[in-house]
């Protein structure tokens, strides 16, 4: 590892990206995580940023070697929802994107790798309960998909050309610092904000849709944690299951009325509710423990309230 390490985050105006940014430059300094996204955002003005498209190779390669980086943040992806309108798109983005920083790590012009992957690599005939890290999986949407395809290509090139590249499964996040991204899992960011404007919320999944979701300070935390774990702990090198908490639509809307006694929630399932479906209601994080000594913070209470304290101010 250099001594000071140079950090590019690709995607970072996205929801994780956004937070993940703020995070890495606490610990890492301003000038050493340069933020990178397909558009200019005003994250260009709390430190270096970069207009970038991640499908663009040279452009990619171009930025890494000006910045002199040595390690990828690849957050840049089509979500669930997003990608079955775009299926095309979101499969070339997910993969080319995948590739073009794999090759990197490849070519040794960077040392690490963090990609994300998602519950969405789980199908309709995988366990849904407490779903092991090893199982059936057969997923159903794009996204899924690209994800499942994405994480044989991370242990290939691993174990082919020993490049370091880490990866979690992660589940639905849900943050006050960042909007959702066009995922099945935004209707627990959008019920937030519904509740405080509005004291009602429509969702679009069914009430008792049992969905694996985290907060997002723990999986910023799980995230910085595994990039920063001794190689040798990283013995998952397809991606490591990762777990919060579970719950459903009316599960967090009984956890909201505590603070907004008179909110109300009604239902009206769209198409999303079938990818949703496709999906485990929990997972089994012990290999993420047992390796890197994951635990998570957050129960369905804390989260709440943190989200309430700060979405009111
Ligand atoms: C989505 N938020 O809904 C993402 C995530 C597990 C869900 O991958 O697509």
Redo the contacts with the bound molecule.
């Keep these: 590892m250099h001594t000071k390490d140079k950090i590019l985050v690709i995607g970072s105006s996205g ?1 994780i990206g956004t937070e993940l940014v703020h995070k890495l430059r606490d610990i890492y300094g301003v000038d050493n995580v340069i933020a990178s996204d397909i558009k200019n955002t005003n994250q260009a003005k709390e430190g270096p940023f970069e207009v970038a498209n991640v499908m663009d190779a040279h452009q990619l390669g171009e930025v890494v070697t000006r910045h002199n980086v040595n390690q990828v943040y690849l957050l840049a992806a089509l ?3 997003t990608a079955e309108k775009m299926p095309k798109l979101g499969w070339e983005l997910n993969m080319q994107g995948l590739f073009n920083v794999l090759d990197l790590a490849k070519e040794k012009i960077i040392e690490r790798i963090y990609w994300p992957s ?3 690599v789980f199908g309709p005939n995988t366990p849904k309960n407490n779903t092991p890290q090893f199982t059936v999986m057969e997923p159903s ?1 794009v ?1 899924g998909i690209s ?1 499942q395809a994405g994480e044989r290509w991370c242990e290939y090139y691993f174990h082919k050309y020993n490049v370091d590249v880490r990866s979690l499964r ?4 849900i943050g006050w610092q960042s909007a ?7 209707y627990a960011v959008h019920i937030f904000h519904e509740a405080i404007k509005n004291k009602t919320y429509e969702c679009f999944l069914s009430e008792n849709t049992t ?2 979701m985290m907060y997002m300070p723990d999986a910023i935390k799980a995230t910085i944690e595994i990039m920063q774990a001794d190689a040798d702990k990283v013995k998952v090198r397809s991606s490591y299951n990762l777990a919060g908490i579970s719950f459903s639509p009316k599960e967090i809307a009984e956890e909201i009325k505590k603070h907004i006694p008179d909110f109300s929630i009604s239902y009206k399932p769209d198409s999303r509710q079938q ?1 949703a479906d496709s ?1 485990p209601q929990s997972i089994d994080a012990s290999e993420a423990s047992k390796d890197w000594g994951w635990k998570p913070e957050y129960d369905l209470k804390r989260m709440t309230d943190d989200m309430m304290k700060n979405l009111k101010q």
């Design positions: 929801q979500l669930s929802a998602s519950i969405a949407t996204y994800k992660y589940p639905g996040l959702p991204g066009g995922g099945t899992t935004d969905l694996p990818i999906w």
